[in-house]
């Protein structure tokens, strides 16, 4: 089946700017970011004024799915570590709670044994929030049961329609 | 797997356009994107061979604007339509949305159009998804072309649901039929929010 429904509540989504931020200084990286395996954008943070953020997760989402199907092809589970060295920048990826890619862009004011060391904590406790994220969707859906009301139960097809006006 | 963000707002959803080799999947992005509004669009990436014939996938994100306070942002996607990127396209089809089937309406390309619905029935199957469940539109493109297929007939031939899928007639590389599509499965996806999860 597929992976249930990410859901994001403004407790743990503050929580993981925290921890993103954290991450950012600690590794003295340029930029931090999470993003879901599908390519969704969860957060970013540190120099992404001028960065596209959207298409790097997409790509990134793309770059860790070949990844994987490498990985299964000669018989591993997955590479939980990419890595692209640049001229100037670099970026670290790595896979936390099975289902989010952490992203860190670094240059050479790091390295990437920093980068590594700081991930590997972070990561830990990106696992915690994640399975707590994941914990509180179960609990509500289970809670609300069958009387559960998606907060989209009102849009009407004029919405939609809306939507497409030029 | 529609991505629901309640602190900043956001629904992020994910539609690929699917269907055989040389049918107009990225012709069809390439459309929204010249048409859309700059403020709403981002970059369209497009990972293509020399020969611009697409290696790994389109991707466009589009802002639609708001629906109840949400803002909508629908990431679109194309998988290569060469039969040999199988592998490719089985990554892409990972926390879809909804699909949009290009069928090419040309006489000849019947057999590979029937070929790449059946394969993308078997890939959805392999990321647990069933097309009969999910949100999806038969888009039949080319019908500007002398030698095609007529509508009833490819209806009957690549209809996989019962009542039948909605199906729109396109001509994606004049934009006829283009944002009808799109607009026929973004509904789709949002009347799937509406109900219970």
Known sequence: ?????????????????????????????????????????????????????????????????????????IGEKEFSILFHEGEKDNIHISIVAQRVILV???????????????????????????????????????AAGSTFESPFAEITDEDIDSLFAE | MTFINYASREINCKIVYYGPGLCGKTTNLQYIYDKSNP?????????????????FFDFLPLDLGTVRGFKTRFHLYTVPGQVFYDASRKLILKGVDGV???????????????????????NLSSQGYDLLKIPYILQLNKRDLPNVVPVDEMRKQLARKNPMEPSFEAC?????????TLKGVAKLVLAELTKAS
């Open chain 2, 172 to 180: 994606a590389a004049k934009g006829t039929g283009v944002f009808e």
């Open chain 1, 104 to 142: 860190v862009i670094f240059d050479e004011k790091s390295s990437l044994g920093l980068v590594r060391l700081r991930v590997k904590k972070a990561a830990q406790e990106l696992n915690d929030i994640f399975t707590k994220i994941m914990a509180k969707v179960e609990r509500e859906k289970a």
């Open chain 2, 100 to 122: 949009i089937f290009v069928a090419d309406s040309q006489v000849e390309r019947m057999d590979a159009n029937i070929e790449a619905i059946d394969n993308l029935v078997a």
């Open chain 1, 1 to 73: 089946m597929p992976a249930p429904d990410i859901v994001m509540y403004e407790e743990e989504f503050n929580l993981i700017k925290q921890n993103i931020s954290k991450l950012r200084v600690d590794a003295n990286a340029k930029v931090v970011f999470l993003v879901d395996k599908n390519g969704q954008q969860i957060a970013a943070h540190g120099d992404i004024e001028n960065l596209d953020t959207t298409s790097l997760a997409s790509l990134t989402a793309g770059n860790v799915a070949a990844t994987d199907g490498l990985a299964r092809l």
């Open chain 2, 39 to 55: 403020g709403s669009k981002g970059k369209l990436i497009s990972l293509a061979t020399e020969t611009d014939r697409t290696l």
